[in-house]
């Protein structure tokens, strides 16, 4: 069986970010992950989650300026050196906390941009890369539904860039939630790009609540990702039906043990 990290930035909602690190440490939680942890000091989290006994994975670059739209700037041309800052905090962030790895979020980028878009990225991709040493960036592709417009939908997009760049602290971000509402055909996709796989996330499809309703049949996954050796943690992404401690009941339907 995975082993399984909660991602605070859905679970506990309206709690501080601490309070939500002590709650995923009472469920039984041996990994957590964030979104935008700035306002917390670093420090701070390191302190938390080593008297916890927590692992810290991941955490996302800045959306930017999200009254106009953006969701990120590693694809936007003309905000290059906006986004060479977004990772310089998140860099710093994970080197004083201990986080390991950072989702490099791309953007909204209009279907006249792709082109210009692409290259935008790959060079500032490259940038990233070498500042994140020891470090693991992500390229999550988020589904149209939820995110029109974001630079790369499919696993394959991302892929193609991962492989054009050839650096191995480049990872994809297999989220099973996206995968599905997008593309589907889920453990085949797992089984294709596990090599490149840098953290899986999963959440029911279509609704994006705990991963015992919908479409995905959440056990078959997790037993795909036993056989092919996946070694990493998979990231409980989901936005919880109603109170997240008594939605933890989806372990239980499972046969998930945390």
Known sequence: MPRFSANLGFLWPGRPLLERVEAAARAGFRAIELHWPYETPAAEMKAAC???????????TVVGDAAKGESGLGALPGREA????????SVAWCRGSGAVAIHCM???????????ARETLLRNLEAAAAKAEGLTLLLEPLNPRDKPGYFYSTVGEAAAIIAELGRPNV?????????????????????????IIGHVQIAAVPSRHEPDEGE?????????LDSLGYAGWVGAEYLPRGDTDAGLVWTRHLGVTL
């Not at 080593?50 to 996302?60: P, Q, S, V, Y």
């Not at 099973?176 to 294709?192: C, F, K, M, Q, S």
């Not at 995905?216 to 795909?224: D, N, S």
Request: glycine content about 8%; cysteine-free.
């Open 50 to 60: 080593a008297r916890l006994g927590l692992t810290l994975l991941g955490i996302n």
């Open 82 to 89: 906006d986004f060479q800052a977004s990772v310089d905090q």
């Open 106 to 116: 791309a953007g909204v980028v209009p279907p006249e941009q792709k082109a210009a």
């Open 171 to 195: 990872k994809l971000m297999f989220d099973a939630y996206h995968v599905g509402v997008t593309e589907g055909d889920i453990l085949t996709r797992l089984e294709r790009h596990l090599p």
């Open 216 to 224: 995905i049949a959440y056990r078959a996954v997790f037993e795909r």
